[in-house]
C-alpha cells in the first residue's frame, strides 16, 4: 500500500486526545488501520493551556497506534475547535472563462474573491476554510457544484472559517513537539457533517450538537451545506463538576457515577434505588439517591440544549430544521439525552454514529464519541475547494528480523566449536608433514 493512500485523523479533546490512521477501500468505506488515544490535560474550554501537557497527551496516543500498526506517522490532519474560531458569510461574482463552461479555474478564482471580499479581518487572524454555500450560475440557483455548467457569470455565497493566530501556533507547537507534522486543519463542524450526516439530512435542515468535554460544539446544514456554527462553553465536564458539588465526591468517583448510574431524563426513572459511594482517604462508606444524581444531570443538560436551542433560534435557521437533530460527542452516551432534546427542540432526534467505517477495529470506533476524528480522516480524501487536502501519512516500519532461539544459538555455537577442532587438526597434520 502506497504511503499516500493512508489518512491520519487526530482529535485533541479538552479531556482526550484521539487518533485514527485508515485508508480508502474500493467502493469508498475507509478501512481503520489503528486507533490510539490518551487523557487530554493540557487544554481548557478546547483552547490550549498547557503546551507541554497537550504534547505529552498527543505522544502517548500516536505511541498507541504506532505500536499496534507497526507504523511510524509524519502528518496528522488536526480539528480545530475553540471560541477563537469564527465564521464570516462573504459573497462573490466573476464571469466564466471564455469557453462559457465552468471549471475548476474559475471555481478557485470565485473562492479566491470570496476571500479577498471580507470585510474586518485583522492580522491577528487567519483563514482556514473557504466553504462554498450556493453558487448560482446566471439564473440557475441552488448548486453545490457549478462544474460542467455553462453561462456566462457565476456568484454566490461562501462561509469562510477564520481563526486567531497566536491560538493556531499553540496547536501547531503542541503538535510538532510530538515529532508530526500538520498536513491540514479542519473545523471541527465540518468533520462531524462528514462523519454523521446523510446527504438528505443535510439538503432538509439537520442541526448538529457534538456534547464534548469542555465544549459543546453546533452547526446547522441546509441546502447541501454548513449556513451556521456556533460553540457553547457548557459541556459534558461541567456535569461531572455538578455531580461532585452536589454529591460532594472529588470529580473522579463524580465521572464513574456519571458513567454507571448517569442519566439525563427523570421521566424515565423507574423505582429509585440508593447508589453505595465508597469511602475513601478517612471517610466512611455511604449512599446518594439514584434519583437525585438524575436530576442533577438532567439540569445540566437541559440548560445546554436550552442554549443551543436560543442560539439557533437568534440565527433565523430554526425554523428551517427538517431533518432533525444529530448528538455526537461523549455527552451524547448519556441514557436519556436523546427524550431530553426531543422534549426541548420538539423535533426528531437521533444519536450520529460515525459511518462509512468498514473492517478493522470497527466496533471500537462505532461510538459517537469518536465521530469528529472519523470525519477527519474522511475529509482528507474528501474533494474540498479550499485547497487544504492534503494527504496526513502513516510509513510502515520494516519488521525487524526475530532473534534466534537459544537453543538455535547453542547448536550454531557447538557447531562452530566442532568445525574450529577440525580445523585445528589438519593444522597440525599439515606441520607434521
Request: overall charge negative; some cysteine; hydrophobic content about 40%.
Amino acid at each position: 500500500m502506497p504511503e499516500s493512500n493512508r489518512a491520519v485523523g487526530l482529535d485533541i479533546g479538552t479531556t482526550r486526545v484521539c487518533i485514527v490512521v485508515a485508508e480508502k477501500e474500493e467502493f469508498g468505506t475507509l478501512k481503520v488501520i489503528a486507533k490510539g488515544s490518551s487523557p487530554s490535560d493540557g487544554l481548557r474550554r478546547a483552547t490550549v493551556v498547557n503546551i507541554n501537557k497537550t504534547s505529552a497527551s498527543i505522544k502517548a496516543a500516536v505511541g498507541d497506534v504506532e505500536r499496534e500498526a507497526s507504523l511510524v506517522i509524519h502528518g496528522v490532519n488536526v480539528a480545530l475547535s475553540g471560541a477563537h474560531v469564527h465564521c464570516i458569510e462573504s459573497s462573490s461574482e466573476i464571469s466564466i472563462n471564455q469557453s462559457g463552461i465552468v471549471n475548476e479555474s474559475d471555481v478557485h478564482r470565485f473562492l479566491e474573491k470570496a476571500r479577498a471580499n471580507i470585510q474586518n479581518l485583522d492580522v491577528n487572524h487567519e483563514v482556514i476554510h473557504v466553504i462554498p454555500q450556493e453558487f448560482i450560475v446566471d439564473d440557475q440557483d441552488r448548486l453545490l457544484d457549478p462544474i460542467g455548467m455553462a453561462g456566462t457569470t457565476m456568484r454566490g455565497s461562501v462561509y469562510i472559517v477564520v481563526g486567531l493566530k497566536t491560538r493556531i501556533r499553540n496547536i501547531r507547537q503542541c503538535v510538532e513537539r510530538a515529532g508530526l507534522k500538520i498536513g491540514a486543519l479542519t473545523f471541527k463542524p465540518v468533520a462531524l457533517g462528514l462523519a454523521v450526516i446523510k446527504e438528505r439530512e443535510k439538503n432538509g435542515g439537520v442541526l448538529l450538537i457534538d456534547i464534548g468535554g469542555g465544549t459543546t460544539e453546533v452547526a446547522l446544514y441546509l441546502r447541501g451545506a454548513i449556513q451556521y456554527s456556533e460553540m457553547i462553553n457548557v459541556a459534558a465536564h461541567d456535569i461531572t463538576l455538578d455531580i461532585a458539588h452536589g454529591v460532594q465526591v472529588n470529580e473522579e468517583v463524580a465521572e464513574e457515577l456519571k458513567i454507571h448510574y448517569g442519566s439525563a431524563d427523570s421521566r424515565l426513572n423507574g423505582k429509585d434505588e440508593d447508589i453505595v459511594i465508597q469511602g475513601g482517604e478517612g471517610h466512611s462508606q455511604r449512599t446518594f439517591p439514584r434519583s437525585s444524581l438524575t436530576v442533577i444531570i438532567e439540569a445540566r443538560m437541559m440548560e445546554i440544549f436550552e442554549l443551543v436551542r436560543d442560539a439557533v433560534i437568534g440565527s433565523g435557521y430554526f425554523e428551517e430544521i427538517n431533518a432533525g437533530v444529530i448528538l455526537t460527542g461523549g455527552g451524547a452516551l448519556l441514557p436519556g439525552v436523546v427524550e431530553l432534546a426531543r422534549l426541548v427542540f420538539g423535533l426528531d432526534v437521533r444519536i450520529g454514529y460515525p459511518e462509512a467505517v468498514s473492517t478493522g477495529i470497527q466496533s471500537d470506533l462505532y461510538s459517537p464519541m469518536d465521530a469528529t476524528v472519523m470525519g477527519l480522516v474522511a475529509h482528507v480524501y474528501g474533494r474540498n475547494y479550499s485547497g487544504d487536502h492534503s494527504f496526513a501519512t502513516a510509513k510502515e516500519v520494516p519488521k525487524e528480523v526475530p532473534p534466534a532461539p537459544v537453543e538455535d544459538v547453542l547448536v550454531v555455537q557447538e557447531q562452530g566449536v566442532a568445525w574450529k577442532k577440525v580445523v585445528d587438526g589438519l593444522h597440525d597434520w599439515w606441520a607434521k608433514l
